[in-house]
Structures are given as structure tokens and as C-alpha cells.
Nanobody, 126 residues
């Protein structure tokens, strides 16, 4: 069982930056695809960005391209999401998700992920 712990959320103003972290532990040997999703009130959970730690394959949702940067540390089984130029519409609970995979493909469908963190709140005021 893989356990995911997110950190780094908070309340900021538009244009500010935040860095989210997600540390995976327990049985991570074959669980190398880590992604961030977010869910705002009344909306479905949506893909934000993901990475395959072994091959450094990256994927971004269009609205965050150029503003968010995902990176990972395979040795630490940790993924980071650097969020710059934050907008009020980025406000949501951000969830870390992990998929049992050692391949390059980073899926965007929530059903493809095996493990989820508890989430961290990001609030961006205008």
C-alpha cells in the first residue's frame, strides 16, 4: 500500500507562487507515475500535471502550461509542483495521485490511478 502525503498549500494573492510537494512511501518500487489533480467546489476533479519518475515524462493541462512546473525525485519518491502566476481560478483542493506503472505514459483520467493523497487547499484571492 502506497501512502501519499501532500504539503505546501495555502492562501495567496493573484500573481503569487506556491510549491506543492507529495511524498510517496510504502511499496513504491513499481509506482512511478505521480500526478496532481485539483477539485474546486461543485466541479469534477481534473488533471493538472503528471510525471513518470523513471523516464521524466511530463504532462500538463493546457490552462497551467507556462505557469506550473512539475518535477520529481525518483530516489525520494517525491513530486513537486511549482505554481507561478497563480490565478483565482486555480483555487481548489489539490490532490496527489500515484499509478502502479514504470512506463512513460501519464494518464489524465482519475480512474487510472491507484492511490490518492488527502489533498491540500490552494486559495488564490484577486
Amino acid at each position: 500500500q502506497v501512502h501519499l502525503v501532500e504539503s505546501g498549500g495555502g492562501m495567496v494573492q493573484a500573481g503569487d507562487s506556491l510549491r506543492l510537494s507529495c511524498a510517496a512511501s510504502g511499496g513504491t518500487g513499481s509506482t512511478k507515475v505521480l500526478s496532481w489533480f485539483r477539485q474546486a467546489p461543485g466541479r469534477e476533479r481534473e488533471f493538472v500535471s503528471g510525471i513518470s519518475l523513471l523516464v521524466n515524462s511530463l504532462s500538463y493541462e493546457d490552462s497551467v502550461k507556462g505557469r506550473f512546473t512539475i518535477s520529481g525525485d525518483n530516489a525520494k519518491n517525491t513530486v513537486y509542483l511549482q505554481m507561478n502566476s497563480l490565478k483565482p481560478e486555480d483555487s481548489a483542493v489539490y490532490y496527489c495521485a500515484a499509478k502502479r506503472s514504470v512506463g512513460w505514459y501519464v494518464p489524465r483520467d482519475t480512474s487510472m490511478y491507484n492511490y490518492w493523497g488527502q489533498g491540500t487547499q490552494v486559495t488564490v484571492s484577486s
